[in-house]
């Protein structure tokens, strides 16, 4: 059973371009999460999907940022004209179907915005 | 913010030694987690105490929880150098449709 899975591993973009951050979650799993993490810091919530639902988007940017869970195929999280700021390490995660359980965390897509 | 707060921020012990560290958070909560993260990685989940528990053990872990001070508290055995990671505390809010908040985690470094 893989684990949550994430792609890229790490994305340069130069300022103005789109980041796309892709996250499979594990087999079974309805529920994903993203978070972002700034280096020595802790994970800040960002969004929590179910398939075509977005549940808690309350973590996000107002604008700029985006995400997904379509019926078929990976969450994505989109980042349009990207600046420095938002150069972190994404993560995503995921839960099978009853919520507050532990969460399954892939290796995170680190960003770097020049 | 109800972020929690881990304490000490770092840990510095040699191999063999215990390794305590705690976790403090500000309102009611229906569990906590504690995660571990191994640079340049994603977390993995050590284990998990709901509200109405006290303690737990997961192998050489130990968690407690004090409803009552809001804190917790998560001791490593007889630590080993591949503990040597950051560990981060994760609260389940009431009410808080299941987002966990995390706090800024407690940098541990086991000499061998």
């Known amino acids: 059973n893989a684990g949550v899975m994430q792609n890229p591993r790490h994305l340069v973009r130069r300022r103005g371009q789109e980041a796309r951050l892709r996250c499979s979650p594990m087999?079974?799993?309805?529920?994903v999460y993203w978070y972002r993490q700034l280096p020595e810091e802790g994970l800040k919530f960002m969004v929590y999907l179910q398939k075509e639902n977005i549940i808690d988007e309350s973590g996000m940017p107002k604008e700029r940022f985006s995400a997904e869970f379509p019926k078929e195929g990976p969450s994505i999280l989109r980042i349009q004209q990207v600046v420095r700021g938002d150069s972190a390490a994404y993560f995503c995660?995921?839960?099978?179907?009853?919520?507050?359980?532990?969460?399954?965390f892939g290796p995170g897509t680190r960003l770097t915005v020049t | 913010s109800q972020q929690g707060e881990e304490d000490p921020q770092a840990l510095s012990i040699q191999e063999g030694e215990n390794a305590t560290m705690n976790c403090s958070y500000k309102t009611s909560i229906n569990n906590l987690q504690w995660y571990r993260q191994n640079s340049g990685r994603g977390l993995v989940h050590l284990i998990l105490?709901?509200?109405?528990?006290r303690e737990k053990h997961s192998g050489r872990l130990r968690v407690t929880l004090d409803t009552s001070k809001k804190s917790s508290s998560l001791l490593i055995t007889a630590s080993r150098a591949a503990d040597t990671a950051s560990y981060f505390c994760a609260t389940l809010y009431t009410g808080a449709n299941s987002k966990l908040t995390f706090g800024k985690g407690i940098t541990l470094s086991v000499r061998p």
């Open positions: 087999k079974g799993h309805s529920h």
């Open positions: 995660a995921s839960s099978p179907d009853f919520v507050g359980n532990e969460q399954y």
């Open positions: 105490i709901r509200s109405n528990e």
